[in-house]
Each structure stands twice: as C-alpha cells, then as structure tokens.
C-alpha cells in the first residue's frame, strides 16, 4: 500500500485527481468536446496560442533553429503545436494517452495561414500603454510565424503516455508537457519529471506549462531539482546557480535543463495499480 503524499498546496482550480492521467478521461472528454454543436471551444483547443512557448523556446536557446532538433510533445492532444513546431526545424514526437486524439490529429493536414492562428498578437492598449491586447490580424501572425521557419522538420504520433517503452533514454533535446500534469497528483508529478529528464539527452531542456500551478509552484521546483533538472535562464549553465529556477516572470512556466554531464537518475516506472 502506497503511503499519501499529496502536495501541500492546492492550485486554483485545478484539485489533483488520480483520473487525470488515465486515457478514459480524455477519451470521455474528447468525446463531449467534438460532440459539442457550439465550435467555439473546439477551435480553441486545436488553435492553442504558442506566445508563451516561443518566449521559452527562445530563453533556452532553442529557437530559432539552425539545424534540426528533437522535441518530445508530452500530452500533445489535438492542437497544431506539433505541427508548428515541425514547421519550425523540431523532429517532433507527439504522445497522448488519448487513441482518439492521436487520431485526430495524425489525420489533420495544416496549412501555413491555419498554424498562423496559434501565434497570436499583443499590442500595447491605446488606453493603458503597459497592458496588451490581443489583436487579430492573420497577416502579421502569418509573418510571425514565418520569421521561425526552418527546414528538416517532421511529427510522428505515437498514441499512449511519456512512460511508453519505445521512447528510449536520453533521445530528446527537448521537453514540452502543456498542462499534461495540471490536475495529476504529487506522486504522478515525482514520476513524469524523473521520466522527461530520463528522455533528455544532456544539456536537454524541459518545457513546462501548466495554468494555475502558483499554489504548488514551491513543491514543483523541489521535485525538478530532485530529478536533476538545473535551472535555465540566460547566460551559460555554469553561471546559473543550482537553487534557482527560471520561471520566465511567471508562477505557471518553468523552464528546466538536464546536467550537461554526470549520472542520471534511474528509470522510473508507472504504477498500474
């Protein structure tokens, strides 16, 4: 019998949930969405705004590219980023627990004006110049896009979770999970932490968002630090102390990078119980 270990914190609307992580959840949940007559939320879920990945994608250092990468999109769901992101120089793998989602979006061809909808653009208020407002104009977000546009890129969809036996260690420079662990437990945190830094060749970086995560943010960072992940920020990683995180100046982003050297924690294992 597993002893509790719940996080002490409790993040805004998000309550930790063993069902988060189990495919029968997103199999129902997809099953509403894509049943819902209103598109709307639809939309939005396939359209994912990528202005806060491009911002850490550029801090580490891994955008724009000059030759390709490897980038493991963890809980990819059915938005286009692995298609931007190919579209941007990444050799992407896109895992999800959901069949039904990797289906969907294996079978989903994009042009470049419909990836343009993900790069959304913030202009200064007319009425408060330090705040922004979202604009809409395809045209600048089309040239937005473009300005990252890097040959040698591809997306292979592999339907089942970041613990599948086909990923093989240290293959991935680089990590992305968004909001794949928003509402998972302490436990299924410790674990999918020591697996992506499991996934990353040296010097790999791990790229996670997850909305509403401030009331656990302390608790995330020990557990990041316990599975070897150095903190990430501008300037080389011998100049980045190893008790400080980068957080790019907000609670719900974190931006971690494996040890360019030294031994890796052991594999871990998901619990099927």
């Known amino acids: 019998m597993h002893k509790p270990d719940p996080f002490q914190g409790s993040p805004w609307n998000a309550e930790p949930t063993d069902d988060w992580n189990h495919a029968v959840y997103w199999h129902n949940y997809y099953r509403e969405l894509l049943a819902e007559a209103d598109p709307w939320r639809r939309e939005r ?41 190919a579209f941007w120089g990444f050799r992407v793998t896109a895992v999800d627990s959901c069949p039904q989602a990797i289906e969907i979006a294996s079978q989903r061809q994009s042009t470049e004006e ?47 979770d970041w613990f599948a036996t086909g990923l093989p260690p240290g293959s991935f420079g680089v990590a992305h999970c968004r909001n794949g662990l928003r509402c998972s437990t302490k436990p299924y945190w410790r674990q999918s932490l020591g697996r992506f830094h499991e996934l990353l060749s040296p010097g790999g970086v791990l790229l996670l968002e997850n909305v509403n995560a401030i009331g656990i943010q302390d608790e995330v960072e020990e557990l990041l630090a316990h599975c070897g992940l150095c903190p990430s920020g501008p300037g080389p990683p011998a100049s980045r102390h190893p008790s400080t995180w980068s957080a790019c100046g907000r609670p719900d982003r974190v931006v971690g990078r494996t040890a360019m050297d030294g031994p890796k924690p052991k594999p871990t294992s998901r619990s099927k119980s």
Request: glycine share 8%; with cysteine.
């Open 114 to 160: 419909e990836l343009a909808r993900c790069v959304p653009i913030w202009d200064p208020c007319r009425d408060m110049p330090s705040a922004r407002e979202l604009v809409e104009d395809p045209g600048r977000s089309l040239k937005r896009l473009r300005e990252f546009k890097a040959p040698g890129g591809s997306v292979s969809y592999i339907a089942g």
């Open 45 to 85: 879920v396939i359209h994912r705004h990528v202005d806060l990945l491009i911002q850490m994608l550029r801090q580490a250092g891994e955008l724009p590219r000059s030759s390709t990468q490897t980038l493991l999109d963890a809980g990819c769901g059915i938005a286009l980023i692995p298609q931007l992101l």
